[in-house]
């Protein structure tokens, strides 16, 4: 079994500032997506959750170090430490490096400004001095400036690419590298030097970037900020001179980005050679598989409905959404039609119509003037348009990535073989080309969400700000199926069905839909990784003699909230089904000597049945509990039955996993002694924060909530 570290986790807690971080999502995510998640990630998920497992890089941006030292000292950097030398990598810029170091000098002498101590973290086993050039002020451009770079090629070779022999970066108030000449025995690698006079003594050369191995892992400092692009800076911000700062880093914005892409390879990081754009949100599209019940969902929403200048808007807690209905009489139509009362109905219609030919369908028309992608960080604030579909389903023009009458057609096909439910799952369906997260939409608007039925499901071919549990996300390009279904769990079947269950539910659905997709899909080699994640067999790995390998293509994450007398959960979904990256796809698994000759999958079509499984096995539950039938489906598709572990928190005893238990969903332990012969001891072990890892396997024993 392998698990690939996925996540770039952007520290955005005390200390960082948020221009810094914007500019670290802008550029990272442009040059790492769609091979890994560019995301950010609080103190209190860093001091707490299991981020490090799926962690391939932690970046500490620009800001004041000493509000790392306040929050991180100790146990932070301790997982920070740990993490790093286990094989991760950390990428400290600015004030990030200064905070990798063994000790920071800032300001000797100034009393305002003067911050000098050691470091815990210590990656540079030296001092970061600075200011490197004179004139910072907190907050503001005051002290920023177009600083030269020497870079070291040999150092960066390695990674291949272009790689410039000078140019211009972003700098404001960072320092030098103390040394650094002196240290290349103790494996730093400087990568870039000023080459301009410094404000303060560096020693031996003036390191403005370096790198150091550290045990299985590496670090990578600045000191000034190459993740800044200079198209993302005002030229009102600063002085006189700032414009002409500004045109100097555009002049040398390629060879900035072809030094960056390099300090990436040097971290082991994929790199894309051309930048990816980050997509702008869609339109929201609403449908049924019978069109006339939307109108019916939508009135049932008139009491959270508010109307400003003729139009219909949702102004739920997280997210605005604006109410389109394709219907001819529009609420624009209508008030139109009372201005003037001699315009015949078709014509209304027609100029509706006509208002839409040139422009582009699928892209969210309040949109317009929207700041630019994830530097802004704003799409939650965007107003969100919601296309309510009450005629007819959407036209492939509209919806190009998502053929709506196929998924109809199977999600009515499944449900014709489905006869212990009443087809529910999935009859109202919304759907996105790019959102942010489906989870999150629903989630955070509890108002819309509260009159959602069960089973409405919502699809996006891209999310932008995809969601999993802890510090994870779904690393969410299109060739995934990325959806949310709600559910109502009624609280007196706490006791018969707790709702724990209901993730081991979505995950059994998932493999069920997988392998009865079609005739033949039986035996195409997913499992589930307890409790949450889906797991195929490696394709790459699968040659005579190779060691079987297991790579995670999913994961499910349940939000639960409770109102009245039912439990309101959006379990949401993420399927790798057709991208190579970042581990491998369900279409991978059909060159198989099990599969082949096999369709591919459709998104369309794999999405219907696992919906359709998906209500099968919670009726199921809901009827019967955790009965026998479901506990022995669920057990024969997970990875663990019969595995060793160690347990930590029991002075480090063998005990073997057997399965899980029938009311909290915990993970069912046996003790093993001498000659691994069972003592008769048993032991319940749930998941949270960074309590197991099975890869390792190494457990530590929870105890109930």
Not at 138 to 153: I, Q
Not at 171 to 180: L, S
Request: proline share 4%; glycine share 10%; hydrophobic share 35%.
């Amino acid at each position: 079994m392998a698990s690939k570290r996925m996540n770039v986790l952007i520290y955005t807690g005390i200390g960082s500032t948020v221009e810094s971080v914007r500019h670290c999502l802008y550029t990272l995510r442009r040059l790492l997506s769609p091979n890994y998640a560019v995301v950010t990630i609080t103190s209190e998920t860093l001091l707490k959750e299991p981020w490090t497992a799926s962690c391939a890089l932690l970046v500490m941006p620009g800001g004041a170090d000493l509000g790392y030292c306040r929050v991180l000292n100790g146990e932070g950097n301790r997982r920070i430490s740990q993490y790093v030398n286990r094989g991760g990598m950390y990428l400290g810029l600015c004030a990030g490096g200064y905070y990798g170091t063994s000790r920071c000098e800032f300001e000797v002498g100034d009393k305002k400004m003067e911050v000098v101590g050691d470091r815990e973290l210590g990656f540079y086993p030296n001092t970061c001095r600075g200011l490197a050039f004179p004139g910072f002020v907190y907050h503001s451009e005051a002290g920023a400036r177009a600083t030269e770079l020497k870079t070291n090629k040999t150092a960066l070779a390695a990674g291949g690419g272009s790689i410039p022999d000078v140019f211009r970066s972003y700098y404001n108030g960072g320092g030098v590298f103390v040394d650094a000449e002196q240290l290349k025995d103790r494996g730093v690698e400087i990568l870039a030097s000023y080459t301009e006079d410094l404000h303060v003594d560096s020693g031996e050369g003036k390191a403005a970037v370096v790198f150091r191995k550290i045990g299985e892992g590496g670090a990578l400092l600045t000191g000034p900020h190459p993740e800044f692009a200079a198209i993302n800076l005002n030229r009102k911000d600063g002085g006189p001179d700032y414009p002409k700062m500004i045109d100097a880093l555009l002049a040398d914005d390629k060879m900035r980005v072809d030094f960056l892409k390099a300090c990436l390879l040097k971290l082991g990081l994929q790199v894309n050679q051309e930048e990816q754009g980050i997509p702008s949100l869609s339109r929201l599209h609403l449908c049924s598989i019978k069109p006339s019940e939307v109108a019916e969902l939508v009135s049932s929403w008139q009491d959270v409905i508010v109307t400003e200048d003729g139009e219909e808007y949702i102004r739920g807690e997280h997210d605005t959404f604006h109410i389109h209905k394709r219907s001819t009489w529009s609420t624009r139509a209508i008030k139109d039609a009372v201005t003037d009362l001699t315009t015949p109905v078709s014509a209304i219609a027609n100029s509706s119509s006509k208002s839409e030919e040139g422009s582009d369908p699928h892209r969210v028309d309040d949109m317009a003037d929207a700041k630019s992608a994830d530097l802004s960080s704003d799409d939650d604030e965007v107003v969100k348009t919601l296309v309510a579909h009450e005629d007819d389903e959407p036209t492939n023009k509209e919806t190009p990535y998502f053929n709506h009458a196929a998924y109809f057609a199977n999600l009515a096909r499944y449900n014709e073989n489905n006869r212990d439910s009443d087809g529910g799952f999935g009859k109202y369906l919304l759907y996105g080309e790019v959102v942010t997260s489906t989870n999150t939409i629903l989630e955070k608007n509890t108002s819309l969400l509260s009159r959602l039925p069960q089973g409405f499901a919502f699809t996006a071919t891209t999310q932008v700000a995809g969601r999993g549990r802890g510090a994870n996300v779904w690393v969410s390009p299109p060739g995934s199926l990325m959806f949310s279904t709600v559910l109502r769990h009624p609280l007196h079947l706490s006791s018969s069905a707790p709702v724990v269950f209901v993730q081991y539910l979505a995950a059994l659905a998932i493999v069920q839909g997988i392998t009865t997709y079609d005739h033949g899909y039986a035996n195409v080699p997913v499992r589930l990784k307890w409790p949450n994640d889906i797991f195929a067999l490696d394709p790459t790995a699968t040659g005579s003699g190779a060691e079987k390998k297991y790579v995670k293509i999913g994961g499910i994450l349940v939000n639960s909230s409770y109102s009245g007398s039912d439990y309101t959960l959006v379990v949401g979904i993420g399927l790798n089904v057709t991208n190579a990256a970042p581990t491998t796809s369900l279409n991978a698994l059909l060159g198989m000597k099990t599969t082949a000759g096999l369709q591919v999958f459709t998104l369309e079509k794999l999405l219907a049945r696992v919906l359709t499984c998906f209500e099968r096995v919670y009726t199921r539950f809901c009827r019967y509990g955790w009965d026998d039938g479901l506990n022995e489906e669920y057990l024969k598709w997970w990875l663990h039955s019969d595995q060793i572990v160690t347990l930590e928190t029991e002075g480090g005893a063998r005990a073997r996993i057997r399965g899980i238990t029938r009311d909290y969903g915990l993970l069912l332990a046996e003790e093993l002694g001498w000659e691994d012969r069972k003592t008769g001891k048993t032991f319940e072990l749930q998941t949270d924060s960074n309590s197991f890892d099975f890869f390792k396997g190494l457990l530590k024993k929870k105890s109930h909530v």
